[in-house]
């Protein structure tokens, strides 16, 4: 049986850990690197690292921050913000990154993703999409847009019909992240991860809305996620990766547990 993935996200602004609330009111709660190895050691599956203002600002990505997390895990480690060309792409990967994630970049350029994927592989390519509900009209069936630049921009693209289309250009994975339950710990979209999932073969990551355990349950099963990514639950102490990972298996998902030798090899002096 295939394992779920439980990942953690860090979103990074100014070199510091940020958090917010469905895009807006954004606060700085901490050194992205020290969460970064605390979460490595407690078991995590997979860490995904956004420069939450790079697209915004028009800028490259803080590779030096990207360099400095790398260094203190040993977890595939997913990197995005920013990128816009394979040569971006290729930098984040000499940093120590294993995948790099395409959001505002493929939306305004779609062939980047084939150019990526052809450059690097599938495996490295991931395309974020950030997703907003509204009202379906002909040109969005669904109901679900794809906004970019950290939320601010809405782009008139139907959700399904883009990760259609990445999947046919060289996306080796999806990560879906609802806007109208980021940051709200209210749960996961699960009707919006069930579509993505049901449109594409790719693996699709759930992000947006964890706030208990059970949450990832939901988007775990009944969205058909096959990895869910969480931020608040984990940056504000509220839960462990362990607690998370251990009320998964209690329900019949299967999940990573790491050996009983890592915790101690890794946590001696």
């Known amino acids: 049986m295939l394992t779920k993935r439980v990942i953690s996200c860090l979103d990074v602004r100014d070199g510091k850990l940020a958090k917010s609330v469905q895009f807006q009111d954004t606060k700085d709660i901490g050194d992205p690197v020290e969460k970064a190895h605390e979460y490595y050691l407690a078991g995590l599956d997979e860490l995904v690292f956004y420069d939450i203002t790079a697209s915004h600002e028009r800028r490259g990505i803080l590779l030096d921050v990207v360099r400095r997390v790398a260094e203190q895990v040993f977890i595939p480690f997913s990197v995005g913000g920013g990128l816009r060309t394979v040569s971006d792409a290729g930098r984040v990967l000499e940093a120590g990154a294993e995948k790099v994630n395409y959001n505002s970049g493929a939306v305004e350029r779609p062939e980047v993703l084939a150019e990526a994927s052809r450059a690097f592989g599938a495996q490295c390519v991931v395309l974020s999409m950030d997703v907003l509900r509204t009202a379906p009209t002909p040109a969005l069936p669904s109901g679900f847009e794809i906004v970019t630049h950290g939320g601010r921009q809405r782009r008139g693209i139907d959700a399904l019909e883009w990760a259609r ?48 355990s059970e949450h990832l349950r939901q988007v775990l099963s009944e969205g058909h996620a096959d990895a869910a990514l969480v931020a608040s639950m984990l940056h504000y102490g509220s839960h462990t990766v362990a607690e998370i990972k251990s009320y998964l298996s209690e329900r019949g998902i299967a999940v990573r547990t790491p050996p009983a030798a890592f915790s101690a090899h890794h946590l001696s002096p």
């Open 165 to 212: 289309r990445a999947e046919q250009l060289g996306a080796g994975e999806i990560v879906v992240n609802s806007i109208d339950a980021d940051g709200t710990r209210q749960g996961y979209d699960v009707e919006l991860t069930r579509a993505i999932a049901h449109t594409v073969s790719l693996p699709v990551i759930a992000s947006g809305g964890g706030g208990e």
